[in-house]
């Protein structure tokens, strides 16, 4: 029985191939981190994430050869493609124009209504959805105003946070648009959290999850494990991103580890190694990098399938035998030796250097479905 709470009831969006909210899986996002105006970069880095398990990528539009670039990059991307607009609402009329599957915007940097209107009508002849996208750096003046005087700095930004979403909120729907979903994100997790959980009590909409400005691993990877694994375990957040100050395929790797971990998202390879210590008979490090490597394209392939495979790679005989037995295949280190393990029963020792060649093939057999 899962310890989590029942996830959150939230309406559906869907961005180009993908759903959003509902009872869709809750899907990995990041952005690319090269200049939007370079197709070839873009393109690569957007290839790259989907190798990874990225569900939809994001693009900074900054300017309009931005704008105009999204039309190649979306025509040739496995991905659906958002847009990231601030400033200017002419920046996301032509990320729409040009294919863009969703759009972000931010309530901090563009106030104006008739703009937001513009960007709505474009948005609902498309059916292209909106993300509120909501950061604690950009609250503006008048979302803050009224939380001033709050003693706790952390109730006071997840307050204007959500007072600033519920601007735009507003606005959407008196546009009668409601393929929205909604972040508020702040580097502060505790700020982030009641931010969320206030506005999963108040609104039906999709959520977003993110710690902002997380930092580098390990840092942001913790800082973002912590508030989003929190927010999740109380069924919360339908999509999200890791943001981290690494390449992006970093950010995917880390969302799925997080879904992983609480069993939310099963799909793809899981690896159990052990910490190593003292006892440990083997390079242990370097034969987890190296499975790590040589199953790589396996665990595209479990993901595409939506299946997954269990892989444990352990250094003695004091958990090893449990671990590597508790796994769909594994191997065991002991004295020169190595035990390899499948579906639970051990099958063959092997001597050391031969062991990482006997799992790899274990592991594609039975994923095959031929073991
Ligand atoms: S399995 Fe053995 S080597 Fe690995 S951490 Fe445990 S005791 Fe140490």
Do not use: W
């Not at 006892?279 to 199953?295: G, K, N, P, T, Y």
């Amino acid at each position: 029985m899962s310890n989590l709470n029942p996830r959150r009831r939230s309406r559906r969006v869907t961005v180009g191939k993908i759903a959003i909210g509902g009872d869709s899986p809750i899907s990995v996002q990041s952005m690319t981190k090269c200049d939007t105006r370079d197709v070839g970069a873009t393109l690569s880095q957007i290839n790259s994430l989907a190798e990874a398990g990225c569900d939809i990528v994001r693009v900074a539009i900054p300017d309009m050869q931005a704008a105009q670039a999204l039309g190649d990059i979306a025509e040739e991307s496995p991905l659906p493609v958002a847009a990231d607009i601030h400033f200017d609402y002419r920046l996301a009329l032509e990320a729409i124009a040009r294919g863009a599957k969703k759009i972000r915007l931010n309530p901090g940097n563009l106030r104006r209504p008739e703009e937001v209107k513009a960007v709505v009508e474009a948005c609902a002849e498309r059916k292209v959805p909106i993300r509120i996208g909501v950061n604690a750096g950009s609250i503006s003046p008048d979302a803050r105003k009224p939380y001033e005087d709050l003693d706790d700095p952390a109730e006071a930004t997840a307050r204007a946070m959500v007072n600033s979403a519920f601007g735009h909120i507003r606005l959407l729907e008196e546009a009668g648009f409601h393929d929205i979903v909604v972040s508020l994100k702040a580097f502060d997790v505790p700020a982030t959290l009641r931010a969320n959980r206030l506005l999963a009590e108040k609104s039906e909409y999709p959520i977003h999850l993110g710690i902002t400005e997380a930092g580098r691993p390990p840092a942001g990877l913790v800082r973002s494990g912590v508030g989003l694994g929190i927010l999740l375990a109380e069924g919360i957040g339908d999509t999200l991103r890791v943001s981290l100050t690494a390449h992006p395929v970093e950010e995917v790797r880390a969302g799925r580890e997080i879904l992983s971990a609480l069993n939310l998202r099963r799909s793809g390879l899981i690896i159990v190694s052990c910490p190593t210590c003292g006892r440990c008979e083997v390079d242990l490090s370097d034969l987890v990098i190296q499975a790590e490597e040589r199953l790589t394209s396996l665990d595209a392939e479990l993901r595409k399938s939506g299946r997954t495979l269990q892989v444990a790679i352990m250094g003695c005989v004091v958990n090893g035998p449990g671990e590597a037995k508790e796994a769909d295949v594994g191997i065991a280190a002991g004295k020169g030796k190595i035990a390899l393990f499948s579906r639970g029963r051990p099958v063959r020792s092997l001597p050391v250097d031969e062991a990482l060649d006997a799992l790899v093939k274990e592991a594609r057999r039975m994923a095959a479905g031929t073991s």
